[in-house]
């Protein structure tokens, strides 16, 4: 119900008025009929460039969160679990769950973006709220909405990234969907850690927008020369130069992610479920935060592999701003 309510608001919605008459090939209904397609198209494709990037690295984070037995061992972090995969499970094995990743990271990024720049708007036109703290807003609820759209999806992906050559207990993507749905719960089973995720993706998502959109602002406000050009789809639209998008989407990134890396780190033992031995300890948010806490600590529990997701994230982040900042322009919807 949440993700159809989610579906009806983008769908109801207008595209921005002020689109400039140059955009695109058509006329202006043109335009707007084709909008809300090219907006979804700019997003996935940005989501997807992002994720595909740091594939390896999210294989190793669900090992490493998890305290996955096979890779128990590796205490020293993240550059000896990137060996060490491959010398197990073969190179491929640094990419097991990216097919379901790309299922799911199409739509979410599609969404997000999209959610993102309808949510800013109808902040700033509907509630009178403007400056910087429409971004936070905006950020915030586009996640979440794109969250509870394409949940199931990552559930699946995290279940199969975090198998072992030669103990697997899904042989695939439709095999893991039926498998969840008959014992875990039926629908529910899909949305087990849904509220952590939640819990965590508010504040990473409204930082990451709100840290992006803040730089871009101010650079370009104050050094438009130096850090701007004019978009290629709309001369009177100044947008960041791509290595200056990078920076500035990295640093939204690991923002981001220094806030919120806890709830990801309980969502992930959650979303496992029975994969753990000690599933009945973690059957809610609390319960599996004081777990984690009790058993490993801060550093080790809450925080561990943060040093993993800040070389994921930093990347990850970089990547999905420039590409949507130049699939915009691409599909003329500055």
Known sequence: LMAAAAAATLTAADPPSAMPQGAGTGGPTARRDFYWLRSFLAGGIAGCCAKTTVAPLDRVKVLLQAHNHHYKHLEIGVFSALRAVPQKEGFLGL??????????????????????????????????????????????????TAVVCTYPLDMVRVRLAFQV????TYTGIIHAFKTIYAKEGGFLGFYRGLMPTILGMAPYAGVSFFTFGTLKSVGLSHAPTLLGRPSSDNPNVLVLKTHVNL????????????????????????QLGTSLPEFEKCLTMRDTMKYVYGQHGIRKGLYRGLSLNY??????QAVAFTTYELMKQFFHLN
């Open 247 to 270: 920076l500035c989407g990295g640093v939204a990134g690991a923002v981001a992610q220094t806030i919120s890396y806890p709830f990801d780190v309980t969502r992930r033992r959650m």
């Open 311 to 316: 070389i994921r994230c930093i990347p990850s």
């Open 95 to 144: 990419y097991k769950g990216n097919g379901a990743m790309m299922i799911r990271i199409f739509p979410y990024g599609a969404i997000q973006f999209m959610a993102f720049e309808h949510y800013k708007t109808l902040i700033t036109t509907k509630l009178g709220v403007s400056g910087h703290v429409h971004r936070l807003m905006a950020g915030s609820m586009a996640g979440m």
């Open 165 to 168: 050559k030669g103990e697997h």
